[in-house]
């Protein structure tokens, strides 16, 4: 970027004496910034760039449109899982008012003893309170180790019950730390609820703060979300606490626990135990909330952005295998969504497509949209490869993006269809969607027995179905599970897919056919059992059975249609480029990182990353030329698990001081003196020098934790050094 | 991580573990000394070190030079809400560094540098507070008035309510921030857990971005999956540099050093100038009786405490234990036993080196 010589935002340069700082300001902001869509300066990194004007509008444009898109998907996020708990919420809310009401009913406290600063306990009071002397308690079980997920979840539960007229503390199990004791958890809680920060926090300013400004109206809950996570004893005494100021702060507990109901019982001690009277509530699975999700984020929105197959079903595998959380795919998909709108210079295009107003209103848009448009239009491989060139005005451009939000809404109405069906095969969605993302699968289409006549009405992007795959896939399995569906069953399937096509014509209209057969043959007379009974014959149940097939036929028959008309590879479907995004790769390496892997190739194949031509040739064979700390490292991978510090260093001395080969034929080649002299210096290095370097690999090697030295060894050879790798 | 990974590791740890008892106890003949290598003078090492010829300095240039196209693709991430996170190999300070200085303009930067022993968070979130509240006057006056009159000063104000003001929905323009630069968030001084969980919260405030740096292999380790999901939002990028770690290796001994005094003194010259007057003092009064009694086996807690009351360096043993705690959690003193059995305190240093040491603290 160029920078101008404004001395007053000129950033300063680090010094020397700033490298020894703990921290220090680099900069302050050079001038206010402006929001979006604005004039600002522009990072002028390309000297090819000659149109800032254009890369500014770019960058805001960049900006704002991931802002429209994730603030959508994150809003759509929220709504589910809030739709998802709604139940549990509700379910809640009304234990507390409940329990309140039950602690109200027999706490009838005088005024003087009400405001009396300390707790009113003692057996009278207990047995006048009854059941008030416990702390009202509700185990919310959140079905789920990865306590990330929940956080939200909890978040949310708080802001219900506000709404619904309690008084909430949220606290976390950061608050219930050994190191902080109940003081730490008090403070939260008085800074909660009293909105102040006390220093010397105590239960009587809570007692004084619930019963002088009639807050005593209102349920006082404090949600706990991790119980396993808190420390037994400090969560222990502030039980034993709230116990002892029951009467006079009837507060209400909802614990969040991951396991079990035992869970509780081995961190608290029965005494702490004894004090909570508890009532069980459960929230969904996260393979439940995964469903939720898809379907919210990629099916229903699915006009907007998308991920492709090998993108699902990476993230498939990794929600299966690895991290197991929701919020690392919401991560990925905030990622994947940067990381597309940086990428593809059209992805402007997806803010329009979100919007109520369709692809339409691009005349709006600046003229630098225009050559924008055009030029990358050219390079969309989806269009290049069916030969067709959108001309430049906007109708072709309205009518093929109105064509691939049609083709997505049928698309995702397809999937859904299956989805249903796989449900009895205990398919998740996401492995529906993963599985519809596969090319194969449209030759899978035409694998079943039963040869259909090609609808073409949608297919003018229908390439050839052809090929009978020989392993058993995902859409034979569905099919045959539509085949062998009880009529009551099939009959549910259809209402479920009648429902989920609605507003989508073409396929909609097929099911209420299909549905209005299945009732037909529901409504058909039957005979009289008695009569049945009476007169068994094989016919009849042939024809029972022929009946029954002939539907089922039909419904796989109209999947299978669905299928083929439907499901394309999104490699054929045109602008697919835009919605799509299927960068694994990049997506992997901003999501994960993982620099162990990456620091050890880093080193082990240093002349790839330099580009340099002298180190890689050797096919392998250490060469002076090569970074010091990559021949070090070389070397330690030959030894075992410890190094004699003595061997190390001989062997990293003859490697550096071996000649140079071609530095010596460069020396034959170049008559110049100067060039000369620095091709003799490998051979002429000091003992110091190599020292020195020797010294520098190893301490490099001990930052990156490749090595690490074991004193004690040192100590008791007393002169005799080893290395052990590979430890923090 | 594979399972097969877990195992193969708890499988090396303990196979380190017997290989060294093994060495330990044979006494191969075999080995050979480092004694046997003739090794350089101190000095003339340490200079050397300093004028290593740098290999492939072209190839380094090119590659750094390299990740500059990636600056505007790394602001972008930035302003989406992301903290950017650079791994790999070779020392990134001088590349983070310049994207801050050229990239990164329109916004308040400020260097945290994670390879150095002790970092204070609390003032840098002091500063941090600062900046954003430079940043909210020239940006919208109005703003002002909800915390400039009833508010206490940014420097007396807790951590907490410090991390909820730069968290605060002062403006609607998300695009006000100020950027956090982390040279080694991995480093000595930032790798305990408390001091990560304190990052992690700044980090999620809605007006503080972060871009840090990583070298250890192990680095993952130091966050749970909240603080990599939820708060630092990371998005990695592999930027490996090759370039020497010179500042990030300051603090490490020369391995083939006999003795490493002159590190050692600049090290603990550092760490003692970072701490308060007195106990710099304290420290000075164990230095001096070191040097007036060199064979003696260090000076026993009560004399200390004595001298220290004396000269009204602490009030109380309390205080004393607090300095001494700070002192031996940086190495700067040790303790041993003299012949009558009683713990003495001593500084692990020549007497040469103490002087210089005590000479640097007192300019």
């Not at chain 1, 697919?576 to 880093?602: C, H, M, S, W, Y």
């Not at chain 1, 330690?636 to 410890?642: F, I, K, P, S, W």
């Not at chain 2, 004595?306 to 959690?329: M, P, W, Y």
Request: overall charge neutral; glycine content about 4%; some cysteine.
């Amino acid at each position: 970027m160029a920078l101008e010589a404004d001395p007053s935002s000129s950033p300063s340069i680090p010094t020397v004496e700033s490298n020894l700082q703990p921290f220090f300001v680099l900069h302050k902001a050079s001038q206010p910034r402006k929001s979006t869509i604005k004039a600002r300066r522009k990072i002028d990194l390309s000297p090819k760039n000659s149109g800032s004007s254009t890369e500014e509008y770019n960058d805001s444009l960049r900006l704002e449109t991931f802002q429209i898109l994730w603030s959508n998907t994150e809003s759509i996020i929220k709504d589910v899982m809030k739709n998802l708990n709604a139940k549990v919420f509700d379910e809640i809310d009304k234990w507390v008012h409940v329990s309140f009401d039950e602690i109200r009913d027999c706490r009838k406290l005088g005024f003087t003893s009400a405001t009396r600063p300390y707790p009113i306990l003692n057996s009278a009071s207990i047995a006048a309170a009854g059941a008030c002397s416990q702390i009202f308690t509700a185990l919310l079980f959140t079905k789920n180790m990865e306590f990330v997920d929940d956080i939200l979840t909890f978040a949310d539960l708080g802001v219900y019950l506000r709404s619904h007229g309690c008084y909430v503390a949220n606290l976390t199990s950061l608050d219930f730390s050994a190191k902080s004791g109940v003081g730490g958890c008090l403070k939260t809680l008085l800074r909660q609820f009293l909105m102040v920060d006390v220093d010397a926090p105590d239960m009587s300013i809570l007692a004084s703060w619930f019963t002088e400004q009639e807050n005593c109206e209102n349920p006082l809950v404090v949600i706990i979300d991790d119980v396993e996570r808190c420390c037994g004893s400090v969560l222990a005494d502030f039980i034993i606490m709230l116990r002892e100021w029951a009467i006079k702060i009837p507060i209400i507990l909802i614990l969040g626990v991951a396991t079990t109901f035992d869970a509780l019982r081995s961190i608290l001690c029965s005494r702490a135990c004894s004090y909570l009277s508890v009532c069980e509530f459960t929230l969904g699975t996260p393979a439940e909330r995964m469903d939720a999700v898809i379907d919210a984020v990629l099916l229903k929105n699915c006009e907007s952005f998308s991920i492709g197959k090998q993108v699902s079903t990476f993230l498939r595998n990794y929600f299966l295998r690895h991290d197991g959380t929701l919020t690392l795919f919401f991560r990925a998909l905030r990622i994947a969504m940067a990381r597309h709108i940086y990428a593809e210079p059209l992805s402007f295009i997806l803010r329009k497509l979100v919007g109520e107003e369709g692809a339409k209103g691009f005349d709006a848009e600046s003229t630098l949209l225009r050559e924008n448009l055009l030029k990358r239009a050219l390079d969309l491989p989806s269009l290049k490869s069916r030969c067709f060139q959108p001309s430049a005005s906007y109708a072709d451009w309205d009518c093929g993006l109105s064509e691939l939000k049609k083709l997505r809404r049928l698309w995702s109405s397809t999937v859904m269809c299956l989805y249903e069906v796989g449900k009895y095969r205990k398919m998740t969605l996401l492995d529906s969607y993963c599985e519809m993302l596969k090319p194969e699968l449209c030759n899978a289409g035409g694998s079943d027995h039963m040869p259909l006549a090609k609808d073409n009405t949608m297919s003018s992007y229908n390439h050839q179905l052809h090929g009978c795959p020989q392993k058993e896939c995902y859409v034979v399995r569905i099919l045959q599970t539509v085949r062998d569906l009880p009529s009551v069953e099939l009959s549910k399937l259809l209402n479920r897919w009648e429902m989920l096509t609605r507003g989508i014509t073409e396929i909609h209209e097929k099911v209420k056919e299909l549905q209005s057969q299945t009732t037909f043959e529901e409504n058909r007379p039957k005979r009289n059992p008695a009569e049945a009974s009476k007169r068994p014959t094989v016919r009849n149940h042939i024809n029972e059975k022929t009946d029954k097939n002939t539907i089922n036929k039909k419904v796989a028959a109209f999947l299978q249609c669905i299928i083929r008309q439907y499901i394309h590879p999104i490699e054929n479907v045109p602008y697919n480029e835009i919605v799509f995004f299927d960068d694994v790769d990049k997506l992997e390496t901003a999501l994960i990182g993982d620099p162990r892997r990456r620091i050890q190739a880093d080193l082990l194949e240093s002349h790839k990353f330099l580009k340099c031509s002298c180190c890689g040739k050797n096919g392998g064979v250490l060469v002076p030329s090569m970074h010091d700390t990559s021949i070090m490292y070389s070397l330690a991978q030959e030894h075992g698990d410890l190094i004699n510090l003595h061997e190390w260093f001989h062997s990293f001395k003859a490697v550096v001081s071996q000649p140079v080969p071609q530095a010596k034929k460069r020396l034959r080649q170049s008559p110049s003196p100067k060039k000369r002299k620095r091709s003799k210096e490998p051979q002429t290095k000091s003992d110091a020098s190599i020292q020195a370097e020797f010294c520098r690999a190893v301490t490099e090697l001990q930052i990156t934790g490749l090595i690490r030295m074991l004193w004690n060894i040192l100590q008791i050879q007393s002169g005799n050094a080893f290395t052990c790798r590979n430890l923090w | 991580m594979d399972s097969n990974d877990v195992e193969e590791e708890e499988f090396g740890f303990s196979r380190n573990y017997f290989l060294a008892k093994e060495l330990c106890g044979s006494g191969k003949k075999s080995m050979r000394k480092l004694s046997e290598i003739n090794i350089t003078d101190e000095q003339v090492l340490r200079e050397a070190y300093a004028n290593i010829e740098p290999k492939h300095e072209k190839e380094i240039k090119d590659l750094v030079n390299s990740y500059k196209k990636s600056y505007s693709e790394w602001v972008f991430v930035l302003r989406c809400g992301f903290g950017l996170l650079m791994y790999g190999f070779g020392s990134k300070k001088a590349l983070l560094e310049d994207f801050a200085s050229t990239a990164l303009t329109d916004y308040s930067v400020i260097v945290i540098n994670g390879y150095l022993q002790s970092i204070n968070l609390k003032q840098v979130a002091v500063t941090l507070a600062e900046l954003l509240w430079d940043q909210l006057k020239l940006q919208r006056k109005s703003t002002l008035g909800n915390h400039a009159k009833d508010q206490q000063p940014l420097h007396t104000r807790s951590m907490d309510d410090l991390i909820s003001f730069l968290d605060g929905p002062h403006l609607e323009d998300d695009e006000c921030f100020v950027c956090v630069l982390v040279n080694n968030i991995d480093g000595p001084g930032l790798r305990d857990s408390e001091t990560q969980q304190y990052l992690a919260r700044i980090a999620a405030c809605s007006h503080i971005r972060m871009v840090a740096s990583i070298d250890h292999v192990n680095a993952p380790l130091l966050w749970d999956k909240k603080m990599v999901h939820t708060q630092f939002n990371w998005y990695w990028y592999h930027t490996p540099t090759y370039a020497p770690y010179k500042v990030e290796g300051m603090f490490f001994p020369l391995i083939l050093t006999h003795n490493g005094n002159t590190q050692t003194v600049k090290t603990a010259s550092i760490v003692l100038q970072s701490l308060t007057p007195n106990a710099q003092s304290v420290f000075k009064v164990l230095a001096d009786h070191q040097l007036a009694h060199p064979d003696e086996e260090g000076m026993p807690f009560n004399n200390l405490y004595t001298i220290c009351r004396e000269g009204f360096l602490v009030s109380s043993q309390i205080t004393l234990n607090a300095h001494l705690t700070e002192f031996k959690d940086h190495e700067l003193v040790k303790t041993r036993r003299n012949s009558d059995g009683e713990d003495c305190l001593y500084i692990p240093l020549t007497s040469e080196a103490l002087k210089k040491l005590v000479q640097e603290i007192s300019q």
